[in-house]
């Protein structure tokens, strides 16, 4: 069975290329830029620069927001994958793998699939790390020079980040198998789509949190205090411009189909029937 779920995993990333590919791009182009943000926060020469206390301050606060939306992105991307590929997790299942076969075999998967995008991104980063350095030396107006920014105390930082993140995908998906039937697996991607929880809710807190990060952008008067309260507005934003599209917009047009005036006029009601639709499909994915 060993030799089996090794044969299996291979050939799935194959016959499913055109399904990972946005997987791999998004997973490539998170590390790159993260691997860019921890090249430029721990690079030494930043000492060198005018205001490096600023730099570094500014640099280290980005870490987080990169790797947090690294993360996301990456969970996100394989979420997708993992629906689309639902019915055929059934089918194995219904063939006769186990779960715990099933779990051993997407971890390899993920293994392979790791291996190859995290060394990619690594790789591309490497290539235009000393382009990025360089262009910062020309924002802070000082002499550009072209020279080795290669860490590998970056490397390893980036190895044991995206490490983090793929044990926890592996966790994910081995709830999502041992918590579903074959015959669920199947049935899965042809689920009917569901209605999101808590809209209205999600809708007040992300004006809230949207309306909160710009005033905060907007009153800063404190050149000492700028970078860290700049970093909560732009978290702020973040949130709550997340919250909006994922819950506001349909709250918005529940708001018109309820407007009977509005909503049954012909080309209305065909156009917000069609985008509620699509927004309840996209909650449910």
């Not at 629906?83 to 063939?95: A, D, F």
């Not at 235009?128 to 910062?136: E, K, P, S, V």
């Amino acid at each position: 069975m060993f030799r089996l779920t090794n044969k299996l995993a291979i050939s799935n990333l194959i016959k499913n290329r055109k399904l990972y590919y946005p997987f791999a791009l998004s997973v490539i182009l998170a590390v790159t830029i993260s691997y860019l943000f921890y090249s430029l926060a721990f690079n030494p020469k930043i000492v060198d620069l005018r205001g490096a206390s600023a730099i570094q301050f500014t640099l280290q606060l980005g870490l987080v927001v990169v790797t947090l939306a690294s993360a996301i992105i990456v969970l996100y991307a394989n979420s997708f994958v993992m629906k689309n590929r639902s019915k055929e997790l059934g089918v194995y299942g219904m063939l006769g793998l186990e779960k715990r076969h099933l779990i051993g075999m997407t971890f390899k998967e993920l293994l392979i699939f790791g291996l190859v995008t995290v060394t990619a991104g690594i790789g591309i980063g490497a290539l235009f790390d000393n382009l990025i350095f360089a262009l910062l030396l020309k924002l802070a107006k000082m002499k550009v020079e072209l020279v080795a920014t290669f860490q590998w105390s970056v490397v390893f930082s980036i190895l044991l980040v995206f490490g983090l993140v793929f044990l926890l995908i592996v966790f994910l998906n081995a709830i999502r198998i041992i918590r579903m039937d074959a015959l669920q697996l199947s049935r899965e991607k042809a689920k009917g789509e569901k209605k999101g929880r808590f809209l209205v809710l999600q809708t007040l807190v992300g004006l809230i949190a949207q309306g909160g990060g710009y005033y905060l952008a907007l009153s800063v008067t404190d050149a000492f205090k700028a970078v860290a309260t700049f970093f909560i507005a732009v978290m702020l934003v973040i949130v709550g411009t997340y919250l909006l599209f994922n819950a506001g917009i349909t709250v918005f047009l529940q708001l018109l189909k309820k407007n009977k005036r509005y909503y049954y006029q012909p080309n209305n009601l065909i156009s917000v029937s069609n985008l509620i639709f699509r927004m309840k499909k996209m909650l449910s994915d």
